[in-house]
T-cell receptor, first 113, second 109 residues
């Protein structure tokens, strides 16, 4: 069965632009969460979606947003990119809100220049 | 102080050695994960624990809920075990992972 698919794998953007990242969960998984990984801050929780609803949000500015579609696929958007947004963005899926067995995608490496 | 603390941050050992990585946390949790990250970024969940001990091959993970502490052990370590190992807790009541800073393990042949 296919794993968690994140696209694109690599992305280079210019300061001030916006970017959209995609995450397709494992078939049947309905919860999708997003994380940012940087050398300085490590892994940090961005947000989590279940049934097209954002259930939790981490401590990130409003430039970071996301959504989930009826097929459980999720997108995250970062507007007005800053150099500090350069990071590996990971998503993880799980069956539902009370199932803590996460499967991670390979990530999208975003570089802002 | 971080909610999840790992030690050591870096560990270098010779092939065949017994490895222990420790994780302490200060929040209430629903579960604890041990994750492995190789260069390139992909993360694999090795174990999910809510109590006791689990074993998979040469890897053993334990958790003590009362002491808020978990350990990951690797027996007969091998160079392919070289990776970053991350402890992550599911914060009680929230579908949200809180991560330790990771332990970079290098196993020399």
């Amino acid at each position: 069965k296919a794993g968690v698919t994140q696209t694109p794998r690599y992305l280079i953007k210019t300061r001030g632009q916006q970017v959209t990242l995609s995450c397709s969960p494992i078939s049947g998984h309905r919860s999708v969460s997003w994380y940012q990984q940087t050398p300085g801050q490590g892994l940090q929780f961005l947000f989590e979606y279940f049934s097209e609803t954002q259930r939790n949000k981490g401590n990130f500015p409003g430039r970071f947003s996301g959504r989930q579609f009826s097929n459980s696929r999720s997108e995250m958007n970062v507007s007005t990119l800053e150099l500090g947004d350069s990071a590996l963005y990971l998503c993880a899926s799980s069956l539902d809100v009370n199932n803590y067995g996460y499967t991670f995608g390979s990530g999208t490496r975003l570089t802002v220049v | 102080k971080n909610e999840v603390e790992q030690s050591p941050q870096n560990l270098t050992a010779q092939e065949g050695e017994f490895i222990t990585i420790n994780c302490s946390y200060s929040v209430g949790i629903s579960a604890l994960h041990w994750l492995q990250q190789h260069p390139g970024g992909g993360i694999v969940s090795l174990f999910m624990l809510s109590s006791g001990k689990k074993k998979h091959g040469r890897l053993i993970a334990t958790i003590n809920i009362q002491e808020k502490h978990s350990s990951l052990h690797i027996t007969a370590s091998h160079p392919r075990d070289s990776a970053v190992y991350i402890c992550a807790v599911v914060q009680g009541g929230a579908q949200k992972l809180v991560f330790g800073q990771g332990t970079r393990l290098t196993i020399n042949p």
